[in-house]
């Protein structure tokens, strides 16, 4: 209720004098109460006010304070953030460097186990055609061997030969090629078995009664005079004297000897040298023919220039005799041979090849 409508209702009902006391305390109280609720109003206005202040200066100062921390730690954030640029590019140098020996070491590694694809396919494709490489290999000793017999009758180069065919088997190892080795071997032991002759020493021999021919004493040569008998000894008969003397005119004046033919007498300087050409070529011929292996043909040459030596020789000399015994030593050995066939052999290496394929 308002004040005008309470003094209408006092004004209206008049109140008793201890209501109208209590009733003026109240109007006092009532007056004196708006001044201290201004005062007090303004109290705690400048206390807010203060204190707003104060907070503003204690707010102000710590927002500097963390605006300049926050500034210090940017800055050190953005030098922080530099390093880790500078160290982020130089990864990424590192990384592209190692990015490009990798690609490098790739590279090497691809050609590298190509390579090795391409060693391991050569190498089975060694392996597998190595047993073809051993027979023909074998097969082409075998084949020298028949060449050596059929051509020159080489006994020794063509045993050689198959000796090495089998060594070469031998170290194969193999199962299969124990067909062949046995053939070898039995070819080999025939060639063991066939006779031995030294056709080195007997060219030689050819060789030296080449050279022999040109010390024939041949019977159209001149013969030396033989020696005078002795005169008769001091003291002597006259008897003895005159004997001597005649016998030593006859002996030196005529000379006998028996010949064979009348022909070998008429050879003059110029025939016999052409003798002697012809006895080497006939040599010559005779040791081709026992390089040959050729028996008739040998013995046909060494026949012809026996028959020669004998007629046109002296057959008293002692090089005569010599010559005839070598020549006719070389012309009683047997250079003929009959070589054995190797053909079983190539057909059993045939075989295998054929078995292997």
């Known amino acids: ?77 953005q030098a922080a953030a530099k390093e880790a640029q500078a160290a982020a590019r130089a990864a990424q140098d590192n990384t592209r460097d190692a990015l490009g020996k990798l690609s490098v070491l790739e590279t090497r590694l691809a050609e590298s186990q190509n390579q090795q694809v391409a060693l391991e396919r050569l190498y089975e494709e060694l392996s597998r055609n190595r047993d073809e490489f051993v027979l023909i290999e074998v097969e082409r000793m075998v084949e020298l061997a028949a060449q050596q017999l059929q051509v020159a009758g080489n006994i020794t180069g063509a045993l050689a030969a198959l000796q090495t065919a089998d060594a070469r088997l031998a170290r194969a190892d193999k199962p299969q090629y124990g067909n062949i080795r046995k053939v070898l071997a039995r070819d080999i032991e025939r060639l063991k078995a066939q006779p031995a002759t030294d056709l080195t020493g007997l060219a030689i021999r050819l060789d030296a009664l080449s050279e022999q021919v040109e010390q024939l004493p041949l019977l159209s040569e001149p013969r030396p005079v033989p020696e005078a008998r002795k005169a008769a000894a001091p003291g002597s008969s006259w008897w003895d004297r005159l004997s001597a003397d005649i016998a030593r005119e006859f002996t030196d004046l005529v000379s006998i ?13 110029d025939q016999a040298r052409l003798y002697r050409d012809t006895l080497r070529l006939k040599l010559a011929n005779a040791r081709l023919a026992l390089m040959a292996r050729n028996q008739q043909l040998l013995r046909s040459d060494l026949a012809r220039i026996d028959v020669a030596v004998s007629r046109s020789a002296d057959p008293r000399s002692k090089v005569t005799q010599s010559f005839l015994a070598s020549l006719r030593t070389v012309g009683n050995a047997t250079v003929a041979i009959e070589p054995p066939s190797l053909n079983e052999t190539l057909s059993a290496i045939a075989n295998v090849r054929a078995a292997r394929n």
């Open 257 to 269: 000897r028996k010949l064979a033919g009348n022909e070998v007498l008429l050879m003059t300087p």
């Open 1 to 77: 209720m308002s004040d005008p409508d309470r003094t209408d209702l006092d004004l209206a009902s008049p109140a008793p004098p201890a209501a109208a006391a209590s009733a003026a305390a109240s109007a006092a109280a009532s007056a004196a109460t708006p001044r201290s609720s201004l005062f007090a109003l303004w109290a705690v206005t400048v206390i807010a006010l203060g204190v707003a202040l104060f907070t503003f200066f204690t707010r102000g100062q710590e927002v500097q304070r963390v605006a300049e921390v926050s500034a210090q730690r940017m800055a050190e954030a």
